[in-house]
T-cell receptor
Framework: SQQGEEDPQALSIQEGENATMNCSYK?????LQWYRQNSGRGLVHLIL?????REKHSGRLRVTLDTSKKSSSLLITASRAADTASYFC????????????FGAGTILRVKS | GAVVSQHPSRVICKSGTSVKIECRSL??????MFWYRQFPKQSLMLMAT?????????EQGVEKDKFLINHASLTLSTLTVTSAHPEDSSFYIC???????????FGPGTRLTVT
């Protein structure tokens, strides 16, 4: 299946530190998206990076995409306690009819 | 803009009863809506894709007679869990998109507990 793998599964850091999460996938994609989910809540769209883009920034977020390695990373700089959440990557791939396929997610805990 | 709502946010029902969950796009017309389920500490799994005015397309392993989906208008899709059982207890999330290959906007989710 296309379902991406994310690592680490869980990450615990101190407030102010940077957090890096990685996502790998299996087939060619149209785009890759990152979402945040607070416990028991819906998903918040963070950033979308297209297959022809290599890096994208949004505030404290930096996303990279390496299509040759079929991987992406999400960097959150200067983390805050409010960043504590689960983070998911999701791929939009022609092979899967442009449906979003979600990775397993990374649980991030930022300690204050 | 691009707000998607779900109702109810939480529902508890008895085994054997049916439950309807609504998904609405509030400020755009959604040609396509998606229904996902998420078990605790797990990722989202797509259940079905719903296009306005046509039958939903179900993912492999999802029973279409158990999870009835209706997408009667460009702003509303409903998921009915029929004859619910405790194993149907889960977090159900919908998303909506105004057109193909465009960003999906997610609802806040519905927590279903079947006793």
């Amino acid at each position: 299946s296309q379902q991406g793998e994310e690592d680490p599964q869980a990450l615990s850091i101190q407030e102010g530190e940077n957090a890096t999460m990685n996502c790998s996938y299996k087939t060619s994609i149209n785009n890759l998206q990152w979402y945040r989910q607070n416990s028991g809540r819906g998903l918040v769209h963070l950033i979308l990076i297209r297959s022809n883009e290599r890096e994208k920034h949004s505030g404290r977020l930096r996303v990279t995409l390496d299509t040759s390695k079929k991987s992406s990373s999400l960097l959150i700089t200067a983390s805050r306690a409010a960043d504590t959440a689960s983070y998911f990557c999701a791929t939009d791939a022609p092979e899967y009819g442009n449906k979003l396929v979600f990775g397993a997610g990374t649980i991030l805990r930022v300690k204050s | 803009g691009a707000v998607v709502s779900q109702h109810p946010s939480r529902v508890i029902c008895k085994s054997g009863t049916s439950v309807k969950i609504e998904c609405r796009s509030l400020d755009f017309q959604a040609t396509t809506m998606f229904w996902y389920r998420q078990f605790p500490k797990q990722s989202l799994m797509l259940m079905a894709t719903s296009n306005e005015g046509s039958k939903a397309t179900y993912e492999q392993g999802v029973e279409k007679d158990k999870f009835l989906i209706n997408h009667a208008s460009l702003t509303l899709s409903t998921l009915t869990v029929t004859s619910a059982h405790p194993e149907d207890s889960s977090f159900y999330i919908c998303s909506a998109t105004p057109r193909a290959e465009y960003e999906q906007y997610f609802g806040p989710g519905t927590r279903l507990t079947v006793t």
